[in-house]
C-alpha cells in the first residue's frame, strides 16, 4: 500500500517523513537501491506501460520553461527532469507489490511540476494523472506563500543556490518555475477533491496534527 506525500516545497514533507521513520512506520528510501537496479525497475515499467510511459516523456521533454539560458543549464535542467520522472516509475515497480504501508515523497502528483513546467490546465493535468501510477492514500501539504518564500531566501546547504527548486541551476529559471508550480498546484488540488476522499481514521494513530489526509476513491 503506497501513502504518497504531495505539496509544494517546504512545507513539512520531509519532515513529517523523518518523524514517521523515528516513530518506526515505513518509509521509501530510494537512495538505498543501487542505480542499476533503479534502471532496471525503470526498463521493467517501460516494457509493461510502453505507450504511457512514451507519452509521459514525450510531454515531458516538450514542455519547458521558455527563458533564455545556456546549452549547458538547459541541459542540466533536462537531466533533472527526465531522472526524476525514472524515479518515481522505478520507485512503483518497487514499490507496487508491498503488502504493508509505505510512505513516499517524490511520487505521482510530485511529478507533474517536473513534467508540466508550462500554466497548465485541469484537461490536461488529469489526463497525465491517469497515466501516472496511483497511490493508495495522499497527504496533503500546504503551507502559507510568504512563509515558504521567506524559506527559499536561505542559502541551500549543498549547492551554491537557495531552498527554492532549480536554484542552483539558475535562479530566473527557480523563480519562473516556483511561479508555475503554484498556479498548477491550485488546479491539481482541485482535482485531488475529486478522485480522493478525506480520510481522518486510517491514521489517526499516527497523531498528526498536518497535514490533510486523503483515500483514492
Known amino acids: 500500500m503506497i501513502t504518497e506525500f504531495f505539496g509544494l516545497s517546504n512545507t513539512g514533507k520531509s519532515v513529517l517523513k523523518k518523524e514517521l521513520e523515528k516513530k518506526g512506520y515505513i518509509v521509501s528510501k530510494p537512495e538505498k537501491i543501487s542505480k542499476t537496479m533503479k534502471f532496471l525497475l525503470f526498463i521493467k515499467h517501460l516494457i509493461l506501460n510502453p505507450l504511457r510511459t512514451c507519452y509521459l516523456f514525450k510531454k515531458l521533454n516538450s514542455n519547458r520553461i521558455q527563458i533564455t ?4 543549464k538547459r541541459a542540466l535542467i533536462r537531466k533533472m527532469r527526465n531522472s526524476y520522472l525514472v524515479g518515481v516509475l ?8 508491498k503488502k504493508e504501508n509505505i510512505f513516499t515523497d517524490e511520487f505521482s502528483f510530485q511529478s507533474l511540476f517536473m513534467i508540466l ?14 497515466l501516472l501510477p496511483k497511490s493508495d492514500y495522499l ?4 503551507g502559507k506563500k ?25 535562479k530566473e529559471y527557480a523563480e ?17 477533491l475529486e478522485n480522493y476522499k478525506e480520510d481522518k481514521e486510517t491514521f489517526k494513530e499516527v497523531k498528526l496534527n498536518y497535514p490533510k489526509i486523503y483515500k483514492r476513491k
Open 176 to 192: 519562473k518555475w516556483m511561479e508555475i508550480m503554484e498556479y498548477n498546484f491550485e488546479i491539481i488540488k482541485k482535482i485531488i
Open 69 to 72: 539560458i545556456s546549452p549547458e
Open 117 to 130: 513546467q508550462k500554466k497548465s490546465n485541469e484537461n490536461e493535468i488529469k489526463k497525465i494523472l491517469k
Open 146 to 170: 510568504e512563509w515558504r518564500h521567506k524559506a527559499y531566501q536561505k542559502k541551500h546547504p549543498i549547492h551554491s543556490g537557495t531552498l527554492m527548486p532549480g536554484s542552483g541551476i539558475d
Open 139 to 142: 497527504f496533503l501539504f500546504e
Open 90 to 97: 522505478s520507485k512503483y515497480e518497487y514499490l507496487k507489490n
